[in-house]
């Protein structure tokens, strides 16, 4: 059985925590905003260090689900779920189905996805229970849909900083060849790019090798190859005071989420003259792609569509940010917090 409460937290529009001890879990959900449509947001499931920091996790990452949506211009708000448990000890599928009653009690307030430590299947189990859950398998794995959009989000990048309409002949530097930045490599060579890149997983390295040509550097080397743009696809908080001085490209655009590891690196990169595409208006092609399988039939094409309307949003962004001159992270923020509504202060 599931034992609800409500914790009254400044700035969040609802939070709950969820006890079962018969499954053997808590679990929170956070709504951070709704005010362009119910809070979207995956289900993470990790075994944190004490329950505090799983709540400081679910407030954390809904707040960013709401940046992401609204500059996505999604009708949708931000939320998250997060679930505390040792999954290799608790009945997998129980567990997933007392998530689902959880998502419920809220009325389609929240809709839930996969996340970290959470699979399709367990959103079959949640599904049992709830509509409101928007990975049930039309839109499929939504990793395409963010390299895709990141792709958009280095065009826009390109267009800004160099003036140029075409990527042939650019040199980028990608983090991380995994899931996104693998598929980003594929992208960018269609256009002739040269590409170098870092990974610690040398299966997929290999992977990678056996469609693509690429030049292979050391985990720590990346940072300091001569590029024109450097493509963080993995770790988050690596834009900082150790690495930017290093950098040497023109133009910073990948799919990991919060590459900047404080807001103050922003305004690092900013005065080194590195133009920075915000990660989560980069990256947001894999919920743009989600969002068309709620209240609707999905339609891969319109996803695609809606993916590459992150051109425009970066070019916006790098419009605004240049006439303000001011960091581009600060830009972003300030035009996701006026697309959801809070007020502004500085766009
Ligand atoms: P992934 O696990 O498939 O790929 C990450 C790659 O980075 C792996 O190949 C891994 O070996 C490599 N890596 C890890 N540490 C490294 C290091 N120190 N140096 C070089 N390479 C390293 O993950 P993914 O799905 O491609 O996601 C990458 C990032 O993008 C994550 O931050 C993720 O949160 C974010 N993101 C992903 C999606 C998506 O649709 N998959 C959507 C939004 C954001």
């Known amino acids: 059985m599931n034992r609800y409460t409500t914790l009254d937290i400044d700035g969040y529009e609802e939070v709950i925590r969820c006890d079962n001890r018969k499954v053997g879990f808590t679990a929170w959900i956070a709504i951070h905003n709704s005010n362009r449509g119910p809070a ?16 400081t996790d679910v407030l954390r990452l809904s707040k960013g689900m709401t940046y992401k949506n609204a500059l996505a211009r999604l009708p949708l708000g931000g939320g998250k779920s997060v679930v505390h448990t040792e999954l290799n000890s608790v009945n997998r599928v129980a567990l997933f189905e007392e998530i689902g009653n959880f998502v419920e009690s809220l009325d389609g307030r929240y809709i839930t996805a996969e996340d970290v430590n959470s699979t399709l299947q ?11 859950v928007a990975t049930v398998g039309a839109s499929g794995n939504p990793s ?13 990048s390109v267009r800004h900083k160099l003036k140029r309409k075409r990527l ?25 790019c040269r590409i170098i890149v870092a990974d610690i997983n040398e299966d997929h390295i290999h992977r990678l090798r ?11 080397e990346i940072y300091q190859v001569s590029c024109d743009i450097f493509a963080p696809c993995a770790l988050g908080g690596i834009l900082n005071s150790r690495t930017i001085p290093l950098l040497l490209c023109r133009i910073v655009a990948g799919s990991a989420n919060n590459q900047l590891l404080t ?18 208006a980069a990256n947001a092609g894999g919920v743009i792609n989600i969002s068309c399988e709620i209240g609707q039939r999905y339609d891969e094409h319109k996803a695609m569509q809606l ?20 960091p581009t992270n600060v830009v972003a923020n300030a035009l996701a917090e006026d697309l959801f509504g809070l007020n ?4």
């Open 40 to 55: 979207l947001g995956g289900c993470r499931v990790w075994h944190y260090e004490n329950e505090q920091a799983a709540l």
């Open 168 to 192: 042939d002949e650019l040199t980028i530097a990608i983090q991380g060849v995994g899931e996104t930045g693998g598929r980003l490599a594929q992208l960018l060579k269609r256009d002739n």
């Open 263 to 280: 807001e103050e690196d922003g305004e690092r990169l900013h005065r080194r003259d590195i133009l920075y595409a915000p990660d989560y």
């Open 307 to 326: 993916t590459a309307a992150i051109e425009k949003t970066l070019l916006e962004i790098y419009r605004l940010a240049g006439e303000q001159k001011l």
């Open 144 to 156: 395409p849909f963010t390299a895709y959009g990141v792709y958009c989000a280095i065009r826009a």
């Open 210 to 220: 056996e469609k693509v040509d690429f030049e292979l550097v050391e985990p720590d």
């Open 344 to 347: 502004a202060t500085v766009y």
């Open 122 to 132: 367990d959103m079959a189990a949640v599904k049992r229970r709830t509509d409101y």
